[in-house]
């Protein structure tokens, strides 16, 4: 067996096999968009952005406990232009695709509408029957359901952009903000507090990757939620008088991250308990034998020798720390009979 020769400051790092939460944090790698990649990878881009910027402050406070880093969104204003870049165009597709959907809203109310003017003559009488009026009906209704939906796809599409609002104003002037919005007050782009509905679909090419994004981080929040509660100590009092402070204890030190040792060999629960139980055990034996030292005090001696042998004092010399007043006073009393 070869050992592999590692330039210094670096380790061997093994998985966590029994722990699933670091499983999860350690897995995931985020991704870069480039020019060359299609719209989907744009969605999938911005889901990613949004969602691990949402959750900076739980990175901050499981690093403040463990010393492990969430993902990061990890862009550039390079990036962050492409992406706004991309997003402009996506948004005039949709808008030319609404203009086109209530153009023929238009034509179909309109050729509606005709059908049900009174008849100016007999052969216009004829060609008018129940089924080309229920036919037009049909058209005018399904046409105006296009429209309303691609309306709503418009605004959703508009607000693509502000889902990368926290890393746009993170880099200031580096991202061109008024190439994209030219009607922004005062150099800030529109910003975003959700990700829209559409990212949940999958039932379109577009979002199939950004849905698979979302669910990851969700995955990934989870976990990390979860190793903040097992390591934050606990408030509630049979928490703590169960053993609640050891077991927080027992986990931040498990989810140290250069502990990949300890969770390639045990769980944390596992960990945690047996620490916890082991404390227990310690301490009831630490209070056994106080007892069965007091027991065994009294037993030698009355209570009366003992309250007595309890305040007896050493004497020390004068020049040593911790000279005792009344030994002190004793030394004094004599030297003055002395002199007497």
């Known amino acids: 067996m070869t050992i592999p020769n590692l330039p210094e400051g670096m380790r061997l790092s093994l998985p966590p096999i029994h722990d699933m939460n670091m499983r999860i944090i350690l897995s995931y ?5 480039t020019e060359d990649k299609n719209d989907a990878g ?21 690093k403040a406990l463990t010393s492990v880093s969430l993902p990061q969104p990890d862009t550039t204003p390079e990036e962050i232009n492409l992406l706004l870049e991309r997003c402009a165009v996506i948004y005039n597709r949709e808008v030319e695709e609404y203009d086109r959907c209530a153009r023929e809203a238009s034509r179909a109310e ?18 008018r ?20 939906q691609q309306e709503k796809r418009v605004n959703d599409m508009r607000g693509l952009a502000g889902l990368l609002y926290q ?8 991202v061109d903000i008024k190439h994209f919005f030219p009607r922004a007050d005062n150099n800030i782009m529109p910003r975003a507090y959700l990700l829209p509905e559409i990212f949940t679909r999958r039932d379109e090419f577009l979002f199939i990757a950004a849905h698979d994004t979302c669910n990851a ?15 934050t100590p606990p408030t509630d009092k049979y928490e703590i008088s169960h053993g609640g402070i050891i077991k927080s204890q027992a986990y931040r030190y498990y989810y140290q991250a250069d502990n990949d040792l300890l969770r390639a060999i045990t769980s944390a ?18 209070e056994a034998t106080k007892v069965s030292l007091q027991a065994s005090l009294n037993t030698l001696m009355s209570e009366e020798q003992l309250n007595e042998w309890k305040g007896m004092t050493v004497p020390v010399p004068n020049d040593l720390p911790g000279f005792h007043k009344k030994y002190g006073n004793d030394c004094q009393n004599s030297e003055k009979e002395n002199d007497k």
Not at 110 to 127: E, F, T
Not at 275 to 285: D, N, Q
Request: charged share 35%; hydrophobic share 40%; aromatic share 8%.
């Open 269 to 286: 629960d596992d960990y945690a308990k047996y620490i916890a139980e082991f404390g227990w055990f310690m301490r009831k034996r630490r």
């Open 217 to 231: 981080i969700r995955s990934l929040r989870l976990a990390a939620e979860d190793v903040i509660r097992k390591c």
């Open 167 to 174: 890393e746009a104003r993170r880099f200031g002037d580096a």
């Open 129 to 148: 029957n129940k089924t080309s009026v229920s036919n037009a009906e049909d058209n005018a209704e399904r046409a105006m359901a296009y429209k309303s």
């Open 110 to 127: 309109h050729a509606l509408m005709a059908l049900k003017q009174p008849a100016k003559s007999v052969s216009d009488s004829r060609s």
């Open 42 to 62: 744009c969605m999938k881009r911005l889901a990613e952005i949004f969602l691990l910027g949402q959750i900076r402050p739980l990175s901050d406070k499981l």
């Open 29 to 33: 790698t985020t991704s870069k968009f």
